[in-house]
């Protein structure tokens, strides 16, 4: 089979250049923990576990890279079962923290399903868009959607809004780019238009109570410092207060004193922002901008719909964290728990990233490979 | 596969699509710079001052009090370390919560906590005092729950000690945390809450130079408030230093004498105003009043029949009784009312309308000069020379004397007593005089009231022959860190119109009551004395023997005084609160201060005979 046909080439100042952006990016993040954990004590401090998930996340690349990803693509709906499996036993028996319920236990560590599941959602979707006949409404949205829909409920069950988004956001832009018609389009946005009171209603319903506060606090941050709006304003208090040039590694008063919560992990960039200013963080913006805009190129070029949507989906996927979760700790959206990827700390998040952007390469390769 | 039979068009479509993906990031991207931009250059310096009170708190170094000491150097007041508690508002997460926590370890008054969290100048950054003296005990159990108590410090602080304990408390005063009335006002401007200043005696009326000037240190804290590292230091400086003119073992002596009883005694040095010593009975320990009293311990010591917090010395307003004779005497002399040898026949009594004034000893002194007057204290002599002086005579001369004023001794809340005149019961009572309290002035009852300094200063002015020394308590102030004394000269208030010749005789007269008249229980074999017995009665009417009338009935017993005859270098004032007669109650604790007052400078003896003894200056050691 042509799929068995190796890339004789090696890797290319493609793939260096792909690879160069992720290890940068991940540099930055563990420079990023180094600073605000460092003064922790800890026998195994934050940077080096944060360097030990990055060493299982590159066997995860490697695994994703060398396999063929068809192959990957079966594998799709058993993993998908799997995953809701999981999810499912995360609700009963998970570890909870903070009001909520994500982790599952292993050993000294906590596996967080939810972010595995994004990835197998990108598989499922591409893998069904490849096989099904992209006529009727019904198959194009409705079907696909009711496989979204069991995921997404039990992620949001947890509650981890920030997941059960980014589960929408991978759905939304799988839609787009199978081509939704104009008229399925409208319809759609029609519908959820007038839904939409109903819905927010649930939805509302079914937030938990410091859920709301994090939205009311998104609308006022500054009426209650000590309160409700406190992460949000401390992160904007540390990214502002970065001002142009920043106060330098391990100078961040926000971070260093622990005015800023959750520093290495959703909040990271704070920290990055207030220590290495608006310069640091032109840096910064402008190497995921590459990595997204190499890893598009990819997608572009891919020689097949299932690897075309496989890249578009990752790149929807990666695009939707880095926006959200610099958005939310500049103080645009409300604070829903997304971790920046490659940069914030968190063992099954760099790993199911680095994963992602090993099947993304993946893409490449076969691309290169179909010319034999 | 299926992966192979796709169609060319719907993947080159899919691919198209991209560009959506494309131009939304950027678009998106460039939403996000934009906010950062905002954020970061628009509004950064802004969000770095709310970084930087975030994390640094400005702690107030409250300065050491300068010292206090006699006028040999003996300490009077220093500071000792001790712990006192701060709380920030701003760190603190749950504050109802704080204070019944800090109200159990510290076992106060919850609502006391409240009061202090709530008042005091500056936002919640600034750090309010809750409490000092923590006991070695609270400041562990603090430090120990430390983690539980955010935004609660604990600082090492100087605190007012008064070595000598009750000593000297009037004149000391005590310190105490600045009230919310004392910061509005302008004095206290770079005051704070929890400042202590001065609230008594010299303590306060030289709080300004004293008090010091604060520091500042700016802390770094963390999230919980906790100290992590003191990044600028503005160091307090240190109070001057006070070095008064009272001796301490001279006011120890004379507050010795006094006891229990109430009462007062002043020493001061007639050549240049130094008061020596200067004691009120019953006294408090400022140790105790310098600290945070309940309102209940407070209320104990002003509710206090006997006043422990009066300064009888300058707030203790009495009858001068006969001591006022002094005054009358250069008055009836320098008015040319009498001449020294001119005779007043005494019976007893002296009749004036229909009313007959008694003289304190029955059946009177027969005739009597000047000098017989003074020495046995005739009433009749001075009731007879006042009536024919007139009371605004009386006045003017009791007036050049310093009476009726400020001695501007500096001491808070001095009184003036009153020197009645025609005028002054116009204004006060609005009623005429009337001639026969003119009578009764004569001797220094009726209306006549003095506090015991102004009588110090009146027998002063006497020995140092008429030139009036304005009394004080401070000799120099020094500048701790620049070594500076700024000494204070003598101020001279002005010299009495009285002859050289009638201030003579006077204090012949005055020398003579010691050895024979009135107050020979002052007699002294260490040195000549002369001085003046007083009884003041407190009750118009009395009958009976002494000893029979309740004690708050009884006089108040007076002796001025002023050593050595010859050339005086003490003058003293005592006032003994129902203890009777001059003579007998007040007399011998003049002498006991006169003696102690030579023991310890012999030299003020020099070229002196003493108690009829040969010059013996020469063989006393020389200090």
Redesign the interface.
Known sequence: M?DRVIDSRGLDSFDLRFMGLIAVILSVGVLSIYSVTHSQDAAFPFYLKQLMWILLGTVAFLVMYLSDY?KIARLAYPTYAVILIMLAVVLVMGKSSRGAQRWIPIGPFAFQPSEFAKLVLVLVLANYY??VS?AGWLHRVVLPGLIVLPGLLLILKQPDLGSGLSFLAVYA?ML????VRSKTLGVILLLSVMLFPFVWEMVWASLHDYQRERVMAFVDPDYDP?GKGYHAL?S?????????SGKGLYGG??SQ???LPEGHTDFVFAVY??EW??VG??VL?AL??AL??VS?EI??R????????LA?GI??ML?FCV?VN??MT???FPIVGIPLPLVSYGGSGTIMTMASLGLLLNVKRRRLTLFY | MASIGFNDSDLLDLQRRLVILRVGLLLVVALLALRLWHLQIREGPYYRDLSENNRTRSVVLEPARGLIFDRNGILLANNVPSFALYVTLEDVKDRPALVTQLASLLNLEPELIQKKLSTGKGGKLQPRKVKDRLTLREATLIESHRLDLPGVMIQVESQRNYPGGPVAAHLLGYVGEVSADQLEKADFADLHQGSVVGQYGVEKWFDRQVRGRAGQKSVEVDALGHEKRAVVSDKPVAGDDLYLTIDARLQKTAEDLLGEESGAIVALDPTNGDILAMASRPGFDPNLLSKELTNKQWAEIVQNERRPLNNRATQGQYPPGSTFKVVMAAAALESNTVTPSTMVRCNGGYQFGNRLFHDWKQGGHGSVDMNQALIHSCDVYFYTVGQRMGIDTIAEYAKQFGLGQETGVELPSERVGIVPSTAWKQKARNQPWYPGETISAAIGQGYVTVTPLQMASVIGTVANDGLSIKPRLVQAVMNRATGERAEFPPTVRGKVAVKPATIALIKAALADVVTKGTATRAKSSLVTIGGKTGTAQTAALRTGPEKDIPKKLRDHAWFVAFAPVEAPRIAVAVLAEHMGHGGSAAAPLAKDVIEAYVKAYPEVLKGVSAGGRTKSADARPKT
């Open positions: 042509i068809h490849s096989r992209r832009a787009l780019m199978v081509g000590g401390q904007r208090i540390a990214i502002g207060s970065g001002e142009l008063t926000q004193l622990k005015f922002a207030e200013g608006f963080v032109l913006l995921f901008i997204i805009w598009l997608a572009a891919a020689k097949d719909t299932l690897g075309a949507l578009a790149v929807a695009c926006v610099i958005g500049a103080g645009m």
